[in-house]
């Protein structure tokens, strides 16, 4: 039934709301995603409790922009957000368990300057099918400076739309899965997740399952792509060591052409995660802490590391693979240190690897730099440092060769500059060069190792 202009101004002073008519564009979110468990969406109507202030609530926000009571704590079960929401200080307790209690539907609708809480603590179970904190359901909406805490599932989750703006925010202690954008259905562009801080590190380390921050075109279709994003300034922590593989602080799939800059991973199975993307650019992160590696490049193609810093990994630094592998993958000013394996490592059919102007000190026992079954690899201008405990500063796994090592210094390792070990019959390693590196505190400049049938090819040149 259509309220009356008096009767929504008498709730505006019941409840010390404001507000203003704004036009709403009829928009039809896609919300399928290959996740259908997680994206059930009648799931909060069917589970939601009545509170008392959410009907009054809705009321306002369907006639237009809203702002709430500051300092105020308002109990719902549901709201539909079509306009502007300022929550001026608020806390908007959400009573349902399950489901996506509050959702941006209206195109353009934004939340600004409050906090959003659930009743989860870390001490409970994970529920993907539980509460999420926030659910953006159209294109353009915004989320500023907004608190996101304690929910079973998900603290910010987005459906198959475009523009979507999360900032400044801080999303913490959520279950499932911190910030998680899953276009699955079609393809989106413009999505900004910037200068906002996601905490998981609260949950126990056996107890986590997902990343701090997910965002996907899809999980397994190269004709679904996500683009344009900016992921620039965030602060993204994760438990230390934790028994999932999948508890990565942020993974991208099927991304392209886009940003993740000047962010800080901390802990986590992976810092950051780039699986068959296409034109990334990660730029000046910091890495720490993490289980495996610091920054993967997974069947990603024409990608960049550039002036990232890795201070520690219980693993490798910087991983180059994939079931494909990679193809152009330049990693320049980087630099690397307090790895437990390789600086670098590039794994199976990686092509057309650069590294330029790195710093790498390598650990104990280990390699600077790791190639397996790679070929065409570029090594310019790039410091090498063995500090008397690693064992060489490039290593060639079963590699045709194809290497040229240009400028740059190397110096401390025990065993050699250059290792190429050989066990692939028929196989030949061949052109492998090194030029103008200078080179000191170490005892050769090539060790070979040849086996079941391999071959050493007659153009490699290595030498102190």
């Not at 609708?109 to 529920?127: C, E, F, V, Y």
């Not at 008397?388 to 500063?393: I, K, M, Q, R, S």
Request: net charge positive; glycine share 10%; charged share 10%.
């Amino acid at each position: 039934m259509k309220k009356t202009a008096a009767f929504l101004g008498s709730l505006g002073l019941i409840l010390g709301l404001s507000f203003t008519s704004c036009k709403k564009d009829n928009v039809t979110p896609d919300v399928t995603t290959a996740d259908s468990t997680a994206f059930k969406t009648d799931a909060m109507l069917s589970n939601a409790s009545t509170t008392d202030d959410t009907y009054t609530l809705q009321n306002q926000l369907n006639a237009g922009n809203v702002t709430l009571v500051a300092g105020r704590t308002y109990n719902v079960s549901s709201l539909r957000v079509s306009h502007a929401l300022n929550m001026n200080g608020a806390t908007i307790y959400v009573t349902a368990k399950y489901g996506y209690p509050i959702r941006m539907t209206g195109y353009g609708a934004s939340i600004t300057n409050g906090t959003i809480k659930g009743s989860w603590t870390t001490s409970q179970a994970a529920d993907a099918n539980g509460a999420a904190g926030l659910y953006i359901a159209a294109d353009n909406c915004s989320v500023s400076k907004v608190t996101v805490a304690s929910f079973p599932s998900y603290g910010i989750l987005v459906a198959a739309v475009n523009k979507p703006s999360v900032t400044y925010c801080l999303i913490k202690n959520t279950g499932y899965l911190g910030f998680y954008f899953d276009a699955e259905t079609k393809y989106t562009s413009g999505g900004v997740f910037s200068h906002n801080t996601v905490d998981r590190s609260a949950i126990p380390a056996s107890a986590i399952n997902e990343s701090g921050v997910a965002i996907r075109g899809s999980s397994n279709n190269p004709n679904i792509v996500t683009s344009g994003w900016s992921i620039i300034g965030n602060v993204i922590k994760m438990p230390y060591r934790p028994s999932n593989w999948n508890a990565e602080g942020m993974e991208v799939r099927y991304m392209t052409n886009s940003t993740i800059s000047v962010n800080t991973f901390t802990n986590g199975s992976i810092g950051c995660s780039i699986v068959r993307c296409s034109g990334i650019t990660a730029s000046w992160n910091q890495f720490s802490g993490s289980t495996e590696e610091g920054l993967e490049f997974a069947d990603t193609k024409s990608s960049s590391s550039q002036n990232n810093t890795i201070t520690s990994s219980g693993g490798v630094g910087i991983l180059v693979d994939g079931s494909s592998g990679c193809n152009g993958i330049t990693l320049t000013g980087d630099k690397i240190s307090g790895t437990v394996e390789e600086c670098i490592h590039a794994y199976y059919n990686t092509y057309n690897l650069v590294v330029n102007g790195a710093t790498l000190t390598a650990g104990p026992n280990t390699k600077a730099i790791n190639l397996q079954k790679t070929n065409q690899v570029k090594i310019q201008n790039t410091i090498f440092r063995g500090s008397g405990v690693a064992n060489a500063a490039i290593m060639l796994d079963n590699c045709p060769g194809n290497l040229a090592m240009t400028g740059g210094a190397v110096n401390g390792f025990k065993q050699a500059v250059i290792c190429i070990y050989n066990s692939t019959s028929g196989l030949t390693t061949n052109n492998v060069s090194m030029n103008g590196v200078t080179i000191s505190a170490v005892p050769r400049a090539l060790i070979t190792v040849l086996e079941s049938g391999s071959y050493l090819g007659a153009n490699v040149a290595v030498k102190l």
